[in-house]
């Protein structure tokens, strides 16, 4: 069964730093493009930052460039999305993706505020 399973999200403040992770199984991450989005209250769901299959490439939403870094490890086959400096506006659930198959995760929760 492919499964993708987030876990890492909580309540923080302002200014402060939050690593997700993607634990995948029945999938090898590494051979799939995988995103991170992220859904606010009363919003669309939007894309994040995705990790490119077959590589390291990165890409971004200019939201979230030089504060977020999507990124993955082989052995453990998990995807991670490091935060940094988060803002009230990253609050939202934010969800890993596998492009190509479309398989989502539960989702995690991300709450940033004073």
């Known amino acids: 069964q492919v499964q993708l399973v987030e876990s890492g999200g909580g309540l923080v403040q302002p200014g402060e730093s939050l690593r997700l992770s993607c634990a995948a199984s029945g999938l090898i991450v590494s051979r799939y493009t995988m995103d991170w989005y992220r859904q606010a209250p009363g919003k669309e769901r939007e894309l994040v930052a995705s990790n490119i299959r077959h590589s390291y490439d990165t890409n971004y939403a200019d939201s979230v460039k030089g504060r977020f870094t999507i990124s993955r490890d082989d052995v453990k086959n998990t995807l991670y999305l490091q935060m940094r400096n988060l803002k009230p506006g990253d609050t939202a659930v934010y969800y890993c993706?596998?492009?190509?198959?479309?398989?989502w995760g539960q989702g995690t929760l991300v709450t940033v505020s004073s």
């Open positions: 993706h596998a492009r190509g198959v479309e398989i």
